[in-house]
């Protein structure tokens, strides 16, 4: 069982790639704010499931806990900041 | 022993449907022509593809206290990511970037 979130954790790996990709490439900074925000997302997800795979799921959960709210106020925070210097120009 | 079994298969059922839309919204946020699409794309499918997760995760764990904790991220994540989609979208609307069909240039 622990091999199968092994290969679960691996794919979404993959999925990071393209958005690693689409955040490197993206041509508005916008564009690469929404692939370091997905990038977030999915390290939440790999969290919980290599907490699985150690069999220690309430610690690994509270680290995704508190990744996901530091994920949420630097994206809010980059957001506001572009908006004002965007209205700036 | 056969209840034991069918869920841990619906938990492997509910973790592979939630990888396919981690990977379809992979797809979204290469292939969409414009920021505002890719943000959509994006947005949606990683709330819905964790929710799907962390759902098997949860029936493979059982009653414990961490399925709570999970439940909450579960929860938190659906009312960040679409916030997150909002704001963005808000912003790059204010600081001038133009919808996809508007720029006859198509693509970038």
Redesign the interface.
């Known amino acids: 069982?622990n091999r199968?979130f092994l290969a679960?954790a691996l794919?979404?790996s993959a999925?990071v790639l393209?958005?690693i990709?689409?955040a490197i490439k993206?041509?508005?900074v916008?564009?690469r704010?929404?692939?370091l925000?997905?990038i977030g997302?999915?390290a939440?997800?790999m969290l919980?499931?290599v907490g699985?795979m150690y069999q220690r799921?309430?610690m690994f959960?509270?680290i995704?806990?508190g990744y996901?709210?530091l994920?949420?106020v630097s994206?809010?925070a980059v957001?506001?900041y572009?908006?004002r210097s965007?209205?700036r120009? | 022993m056969i209840a034991g079994q069918a869920v841990?298969a619906l938990s492997?059922v509910l973790?592979l449907v939630g990888?396919f839309f981690?990977?379809a919204?992979?797809i979204g946020?290469?292939r969409m022509p414009d920021?505002y699409t890719?943000?959509h794309a994006?947005?949606v499918m990683?709330?819905l593809?964790?929710l799907l997760?962390?759902g098997g995760?949860v029936l493979?764990?059982g009653w414990q206290?961490?399925v709570v904790?999970?439940v909450?991220?579960f929860v938190?994540?659906s009312i960040?990511?679409p916030?997150?989609?909002h704001?963005?979208q808000?912003?790059?609307l204010?600081?001038?970037?133009k919808p996809w069909p508007e720029r006859r240039g198509g693509a970038?």
Request: proline share 1%.
């Open positions: 069982m199968f679960v794919a979404l999925v393209t958005y990709y689409r993206g041509p508005t916008f564009d704010v929404v692939g925000n997905s997302t999915k939440i997800i919980v499931l699985l799921v309430d959960v509270d995704c806990l996901a709210v994920n949420l994206a809010l957001t506001k572009l908006e965007a209205a120009k | 841990t492997i973790i990888v981690h990977f919204s992979a946020i290469l920021f890719r943000c994006a947005g990683d709330t593809g964790a997760i962390l995760i493979y764990i206290l961490v904790k999970i909450l991220i938190f994540l960040v990511n916030t997150v989609c704001a963005l808000r912003a790059a204010r600081s001038g970037l970038e």
